[in-house]
């Protein structure tokens, strides 16, 4: 189970650009302890574009869930399971 993200987009034709994402929840929780993952950001939309984004985060920073995204010039920084 995953706890709520900082950012839950679901809708279709979004576009961000030089936005900065981070979750300073502490790093990284125990083995299979899903109650403390630090989900910054979850994607659900279709046809989504980041432009330069930085999305920081220790557990789970990237939730790229549904949809086709495309990511240009982003950083996408975690220690355990960073994009799933």
């Not at 189970?1 to 987009?9: D, E, S």
């Not at 989900?39 to 869930?65: E, P, Q």
């Amino acid at each position: 189970m995953l706890t709520n993200p900082i950012f839950l987009y679901l809708n279709e034709h979004f576009m961000i650009k030089k936005m900065l994402m981070q979750n300073t929840a502490p790093a990284p929780p125990p083995p299979g302890d899903s109650e403390k993952q630090g989900v910054t950001f979850k994607i659900s939309g279709d046809a989504t574009m980041f432009l330069g984004r930085k999305f920081l985060g220790a557990h789970d920073t990237l939730n790229d869930n549904l949809g086709r995204h495309y990511y240009k010039d982003c950083l996408i920084e975690g220690s355990i399971d960073f994009i799933f």
